[in-house]
């Protein structure tokens, strides 16, 4: 009766547990199989579709090296068996099977290739279920044996707990009713209440109380930790927008300062151009113009500079290597020091290898860019004393130079653990006033072009003693063709019947600039203030060239090329786009509407008139430029020679190189009688262009020759 009661109880509980689990692991296991076979539906969905938008560029090229690394990417999973790529036109293109990964059943997709909305191909994928049919395998093995240890578990614990805690009742309880029946009462009957179970629940339910609360306040926390990461993702997100918008704004800021800048400044160096054509400048003229025009194109450079800000935040730097004329390209950047230094009451001395190559192949922007920020930089931490520029070539046999710039002054200094501090971002040192001066990027700008070239700028500075700025370039030396060195010659005119230009501008000045130099060349000149003018005008007499500014109001330029582009009689007439704005995608726009060339705001005459020469094919007129007085050697028979004092000083101050001190005393020499202004101006303008070594020349010549004057 024992053994059929705890059979009975053992098999009511196995039953009651095994009816449930079996039930919620069927399901559990449908829903698993259900989820694997849709991910793996998803998985071949998702890879045909990256494999038809892939093949789009290599089936329209019918380039299968641009395909192959997508084909191989689907290719690598190993439930793909097969992958066809087809041509439309060509059929098979890129095909590959796998049989051996064959081991369920197969499912095949298919999708067009579709490019500029034409079907050019189609892809197909064949995709095997074996993975998923081998998973589905491992869940049902699992399962069985869960469900079996399941099972053996409770029987054992049903076992165990029918006997501990209801048999040995039982059966103590029929022993002391059948000693109560023989009536043996010599001993009392204790029965004993076992309340470990009692305490055991007890304890448990104080356990899940304590883990309940400790739920919830998990739970609180979850939820005010979500609603601080909402807030925070949600600060992030303006915060980024704001970023972007004020990018973006810096962005426009930055390109609508650069034309705002760029328009006025085509007028003043435009009218600079023009007024050094002029005959019979003199001296001082032609010094002036000269002046404006490096001040000009300087202040020109700054503002490409504020252009190249974004690029450099991002760290897309480019080099642009053209063949330069160093010379001419050193002392630029001299007389433009010089200025600053003067202003300083500074000494500013150069230097140049006598064997310096003629060209090299250089970016001439960026090295520009490094060697005014280092003689800027010294001018503006220097108070007393000078500044020099040095800078020195060793030829090569690889048909390649080293140069070597130096860059040293007399200033404040630094110590050493300085030295790389002011390499870094929006890093200055220095007294405090001086760091008003910048932005702290200068430096670190240098560096990162420098080193774009293959080198590093050194440093060498003691505290109140000065710093000294190098670096080494290797740069290939060239022979510049006669056509691109600067010329000797200047355009006076061209040959043949006049020719009509339209220039159309909505900034009167930049209009007029343009029409004085056209007159002045024989062209016949309409002007235009916008686009809708200038087709007006051309309907009423027809140009043979269109100037066109770009950004106009009422009809921009684009708009008003792409009209003139649209009417087949004006199909032919070449069209130069000119604006301010100088970004490349200005200039692609300009040439996608119809434009013949591009040029930016201010205009480089040189190059505007050879460009209208070879679109409207003419001979032009030319005449010899007027010869350079600072240039020239000297002729010491033309001059009279100061008293013997006065040359004595010229001379020390030749061999120091001092061009203030020099310019200084060609003044007061003046003074002395005018049999001595020839012999004062001679100085001034040797002195004015860096002519040391032909300052030095005159001076030693016309010294002797007063000495052989005044020998018996």
């Known amino acids: 009766m024992r053994l059929k009661l705890r059979a009975s109880i053992v098999l009511a509980v196995v039953v009651g547990l095994l009816i449930p689990v079996t039930v919620s692991s069927l399901l559990t296991l449908g829903q698993r199989e259900t ?10 969905r998702r890879l045909t579709d990256i494999l038809a938008l892939g093949m789009e560029e290599p089936l329209w090229n019918l380039s299968r090296d641009a395909g192959k690394p997508l084909f191989d990417s689907v290719l690598s999973d190993e439930r793909v068996t097969e992958v066809l790529v087809r041509d439309k036109k060509f059929g098979s293109f890129l095909t590959e099977e796998h049989p051996e990964r064959r081991h369920g059943h197969q499912s095949v997709q298919n999708r067009d290739v579709v490019y ?15 993975q998923l049919d081998a998973e589905v395998m491992r869940d049902r093995r699992t399962f069985v044996l869960t469900v079996a240890g399941q099972l053996l578990l409770s029987i054992v614990l049903t076992v165990a707990l029918l006997q501990f805690r209801l048999l040995a009742p039982l059966r103590r309880l029929t022993q002391e009713s059948a000693r109560l029946a023989r009536k043996q009462l010599n001993e009392p009957f204790h029965w004993q209440r076992d309340d470990e179970l009692e305490t055991k629940n007890h304890a448990l339910e104080q356990d899940i109380e304590r883990r309940a609360m400790t739920e919830k306040e998990l739970q609180r926390h979850r939820d005010h930790l979500e609603d601080l990461v909402r807030e925070r993702t949600a600060e992030l997100t303006v915060a980024k927008e704001r970023a972007e918008v004020a990018n973006r704004a810096k962005s426009t800021f930055l390109a609508s300062m650069s034309h705002e800048l760029r328009t006025p400044l085509n007028a003043i160096l435009g009218y600079a151009q023009i007024l050094k054509r002029e005959r019979n400048l003199s001296e001082r003229q032609v010094t002036g113009l000269n002046t404006i025009r490096q001040s000009g194109e300087h202040l020109l450079t700054l503002i490409t500079d504020l252009l190249d800000l974004s690029k450099i935040e991002a760290g897309k ?104 501090t002011i390499f870094q971002p929006f890093e200055q040192v220095g007294e405090l006033e001086r760091r008003f001066g910048g932005t702290g990027l200068g430096l670190s700008i240098s560096r990162q072009l420098v080193r774009m070239m293959n080198s590093d700028i050194k440093v060498d500075s003691q505290p109140g003693k000065g710093s000294r700025f190098s670096f080494e370039l290797a740069v290939p030396i060239v022979e510049v063709d006669q056509a691109l060195r600067p010329s000797r010659r200047r355009v006076s005119g061209y040959a043949g019947p006049v020719r009509k230009i339209l220039i159309v501008d909505d900034v009167v000045a930049n209009r007029q600039m343009l029409a004085d130099l056209l007159h002045g060349l024989g062209f016949a000149v309409d002007e235009a203030g916008d686009g809708k003018e200038a087709l007006r005008q051309m309907r009423l007499s027809t140009p043979d060239l269109v100037l066109m500014d770009i950004m106009m109001p009422v009809m921009d330029g684009l708009e008003a090329t792409r009209q003139i582009r649209a009417n087949p009689g004006w199909a032919g007439i070449p069209i130069i786009a000119i604006s301010a704005s100088a970004t490349a995608d200005d200039q692609r726009d300009s040439m996608t509407s119809g434009a013949n060339a591009f040029m930016t705001k201010p205009i480089d005459q040189d190059q505007f008139l050879q460009y209208v020469g070879n679109f409207l094919n003419l001979v032009w007129d030319s005449e010899p430029l007027p010869k350079d007085a600072s240039a020239e050697a000297p002729e010491t028979p033309a001059f009279e020679a100061p008293p013997a004092p006065e040359m004595a000083r010229l001379h020390e101050l030749a061999l120091a190189g001092n061009m203030r001190d020099i310019r200084t005393h060609a003044e007061h020499i003046a003074t002395l009688g005018e049999q001595y202004r020839p012999f004062a101006d001679k100085l001034s303008a040797l002195a004015k262009s860096y002519q040391s070594k032909a300052i030095l020349e005159l001076v030693e010549s016309l010294d002797g020759n007063s000495a052989e004057k005044r020998a018996p």
């Open 35 to 44: 989820a694997l076979s849709q991910s793996l539906a998803s998985d071949h």
């Open 116 to 130: 500029n909305g034409n079907v050019i191909g189609y892809v197909t994928v064949e995709m095997d279920s074996g």
């Open 317 to 420: 730097f480019e080099l642009y290597i053209n063949a330069v004329d160093l010379t001419a390209f050193l002392l630029t950047i001299a007389d433009i020091i010089r200025i600053k230094a003067e202003q300083k009451g500074l000494l500013f001395s150069y230097y140049a290898a006598a064997d310096m190559p003629h060209s090299v192949l250089i970016d001439e922007k960026r090295v520009r860019q490094v060697l005014l920020n280092l003689l800027g930089n010294a001018v503006k931490f220097t108070d007393h004393g000078h500044i020099s520029l040095r800078v020195t070539a060793l030829r090569g046999a690889d048909g390649q130079v080293a140069l070597t710039f130096d860059v040293e002054d007399t200033g404040v200094g630094m110590t050493r653990d300085q030295f790389e």
